[in-house]
């Protein structure tokens, strides 16, 4: 009889190489599959991590609309100046946000001006007559009230700004 070809059954040997691959190929498509994931959380959906950017903290109230309160009427102080007598004259407004500060402001008024022609008083007419000379008076305007509002139990931080809406100087 003539051999007949007969088909052998697989045997465990050869069936590994194939489990192999199907498990290096498994593994990798895992990898990339994680890797995509983490890097889509990474750009897109982790608002929380830092990035090594550091982000300003939201104001704790909501900032409204400047107010300003008038210092009316005008300080009018006179100082030395070149052996003649000199006259300032300064229209103040002071600038916050806060109802409540504004009421404090109006409230302590007689305070307020008492220390700010003090200060405008004790100014040399040489210093005030160039704009480095004013906005330092300024400053020191913004710093004296703020320590009256301080003073009335206020929050000093709250008066933002202090402006000149007229200067005279003769």
Not at 57 to 75: I, N, Q, S, W
Not at 103 to 128: I, S, T
Not at 140 to 147: E, F, G, K, M, N
Request: charged share 20%; hydrophobic share 45%; no cysteine.
């Amino acid at each position: 009889m003539a051999d007949v070809p007969v088909l052998n059954a697989a045997t465990e040997d050869d069936a590994a190489p194939k489990g192999k691959k199907w498990l290096i190929i498994g593994i990798i498509a895992l990898l990339v599959l994680a890797g995509g994931g983490v890097g889509a959380w990474l750009l897109l959906g982790n608002n929380d991590a830092p990035h090594g950017k550091k982000t300003a903290a939201p104001p704790k109230e909501p900032l409204g609309p400047p107010l300003y309160v008038a210092l009316d009427p005008p300080f009018v102080v006179n100082f030395d100046g070149d052996q003649v007598v000199r006259f300032l004259q300064i229209t103040v407004q002071v600038m916050t946000r806060d109802p409540a500060t504004v009421e404090l402001v109006k409230a302590n008024d007689p305070v307020v001006r008492n220390d700010l022609l003090l200060l405008f008083g004790n100014q040399k007419y040489e210093v005030v007559s160039e704009r480095a000379g004013k906005e330092k008076l300024r400053s020191d305007a913004l710093t004296a009230i703020r320590h009256v509002v301080q003073g009335a139990g206020g929050k000093p931080e709250r008066i933002e700004q202090v402006y000149f809406t007229s200067f005279v100087m003769q």
